[in-house]
């Protein structure tokens, strides 16, 4: 199993900057890669983001594209989301995802691809 927990959430206003952490444990080695996805307020959840766990792959939504960064550091078993230039519609309740399936090649951005999931940190953006 995989665990996951986001922080760095928060609120600031519009064309700020937060960067989002997603500290892994367990069998982190059994990931293909880590997704961000996000949910607002009466909308299903949508992806964001992601980076493969070895290669440093990495692949965006092209809502985010330029203004978001998905990094990770091996060593601390942890991905980040580095989100600039912030709007009010980046508004949501941010989760990290893993994908574990075996032979996995490329990644993907379908929600119930993931196995594991953290609980979620908001982030808010005023205008």
């Known amino acids: 199993q995989v665990q996951l927990e986001e922080s760095g959430g928060g609120l600031v206003q519009a064309g700020g900057s937060l960067r989002l952490s997603c500290a892994a444990s367990?069998?982190?080695?059994?990931?293909?890669?880590i997704a961000w996805f996000r949910k607002a307020p009466e909308k299903e959840r949508k992806f964001v983001a992601a980076?493969?766990?070895?290669?440093?792959?990495?692949y965006y939504d092209d809502s985010v594209k330029g203004r978001f960064t998905v990094s990770k550091d091996a060593a601390k078993n942890t991905v980040y989301l580095q989100m600039n230039s912030l709007k009010p519609e980046d508004t949501a309740v941010y989760y990290c995802?893993?994908?574990?399936?075996?032979?996995?090649?490329?990644?993907?951005?379908?929600?119930?691809?993931?196995?594991?999931w953290g609980q979620g940190t908001q982030v808010t953006v005023s205008s």
């Open positions: 367990g069998r982190t080695y059994s990931s293909y890669a």
């Open positions: 980076i493969t766990w070895s290669g440093g792959n990495t």
């Open positions: 995802g893993a994908d574990t399936t075996s032979g996995r090649t490329y990644i993907v951005t379908t929600e119930w691809e993931y196995d594991y």
